[in-house]
Each structure stands twice: as structure tokens, then as C-alpha cells.
């Protein structure tokens, strides 16, 4: 299975900040990558797909950027209603995988 | 608006046997792929099998391997719902599981149900 690892796991951040969140791939995964937003007892939400296409109604404060193995999330100027956790998922190879998640918070 | 809902989540003890469902409104389970994912207490996501469209492979099912031949995952079309069959289940099976809509990428998700293994 292909190991996806995201840096940092956890990020404390102030209003109005640039955050940005890595996902490595431990072989390549061509462009799909794709990033979730998860918050305690709510659905989780598609932010990105395709390393960089923002999923329909995502704010374009969220940018995804990246190729093969290496992966970034930014967020450019954070707000309140970003407090959650993401994380990274390959769907190139079988299994599909997700990284272990970066909690972010104000 | 497309919206997808779990429910048949409990508790059950060790060995014991749960049926999950995945109700879909706003779009046709048996044309897209359905996922379900599980996020156990303090931990990541882990992706544990899938039903395929039945334009796609037949509609094929496929498991994760610490999963596989405990869990089946189906399809009731006339219900618009797809069931999280899992047996045998073990204390390391408690987890949040939530379906989705997606083979490689996830792009509609329920809010889960949490299943608890515990004697």
C-alpha cells in the first residue's frame, strides 16, 4: 500500500494567516490527490481533487498544488470556520489511502 | 442536493455481527461508486471497501485487507441504499463509519455511525 505522510500533524494559527499543509506520497501517485476537511460530527468535505482542482462551493481561499509525490494544501487567509482537521488521500493505486490527518487550529 | 445517511450503528460485543446502511437522496446509488470509510477513536480515516457502478465492473466489490471475508458490502436498488454487511467483529473495528460516493476521489459523504465492539 502506498503511504501517504502529512507535515505537520497539528498547526496552531491566528486569523488572517497563510497555513499550509504538506502530504507526501511514498511512491508516485500521478495527480490523485485529493483533501478532505473533517470537524467533530459533521460529514467530511472535498476540498480538493486532482492535486489542484477546487471541488464545486469550496471557498478559493483552499489551493491544492502538487504532483507524483509531493502535495500541498494552503489555506490563504485563515478564518474561525477553518478550525478542523485534514487530511490527504491517494486514489492512484489500490488501496485508496489517506494520510494520518493535521489537526489545525486558532 | 445530494445527501447520503448511515445508520445501524451500536454496540455489539466481540464476534458479533452488524448491518450498517447507506441511504442516498439526490443521487442514484447504482450509478456511481460507494465507499465506505471508518475513523476509529483518536485515529485517521481508513478506506475499508467499495461497491463499483454497475456500469463499472459489473458492480464489483472490493475490501480492505483487515476487513476482507468478515465484511460485504451490497446494494438494494429499488431502496436506493447500499449495506456495510460486518461479521466477526473484532474490538479493533470500533470506529465512525461513513459511506461515500467515489472509487478514487470521495466527493459525497453521510455524517457516519459509530460502532462499538465491547463485551
Known amino acids: 500500500d502506498i503511504q501517504m505522510t502529512q507535515s505537520p500533524s497539528s498547526v496552531s494559527a491566528s486569523i488572517g494567516d497563510r497555513v499550509t499543509i504538506t502530504c507526501r506520497a511514498s511512491q508516485g501517485v500521478a495527480n490523485w490527490l485529493a483533501w478532505y476537511q473533517l470537524k467533530p460530527g459533521k460529514a467530511p468535505k472535498l476540498l480538493i481533487y486532482g492535486a489542484s482542482n477546487l471541488h464545486s462551493g469550496v471557498t478559493s481561499r483552499y489551493s491544492g498544488s502538487g504532483s507524483r509525490t509531493d502535495f500541498t494544501l494552503t489555506i490563504s487567509s485563515l478564518q474561525p470556520e477553518d478550525v478542523a482537521t485534514y487530511y490527504c488521500q491517494q486514489g492512484n493505486s489500490f488501496p485508496p489511502t489517506f494520510g494520518q490527518g493535521t489537526r489545525l487550529e486558532i | 442536493e445530494v445527501q447520503l445517511v448511515e445508520s445501524g450503528g451500536n454496540l455489539v460485543q466481540p464476534g458479533g455481527s452488524l448491518r450498517l446502511s447507506c441511504a442516498a437522496s439526490?443521487?442514484?446509488?447504482?450509478?456511481?461508486?460507494v465507499t465506505w470509510v471508518r475513523q476509529a477513536p483518536g485515529k485517521g480515516l481508513e478506506w475499508v471497501g467499495h461497491i463499483k457502478s454497475k456500469i463499472d465492473d459489473y458492480g464489483t466489490t472490493d475490501y480492505a485487507a483487515p476487513v476482507k471475508g468478515r465484511f460485504s458490502i451490497s446494494r438494494d436498488d429499488s431502496r436506493n441504499t447500499v449495506y456495510l454487511q460486518m461479521n466477526s467483529l473484532k474490538s479493533e473495528d470500533t470506529a465512525v463509519y461513513f459511506c461515500?460516493?467515489?472509487?478514487?476521489?470521495?466527493?459525497?459523504w453521510g455524517q457516519g455511525t459509530l460502532v462499538a465492539v465491547s463485551s
Open positions: 461515500a460516493s467515489g472509487k478514487k476521489d470521495f466527493v459525497s
Open positions: 439526490g443521487l442514484t446509488l447504482s450509478d456511481t461508486c
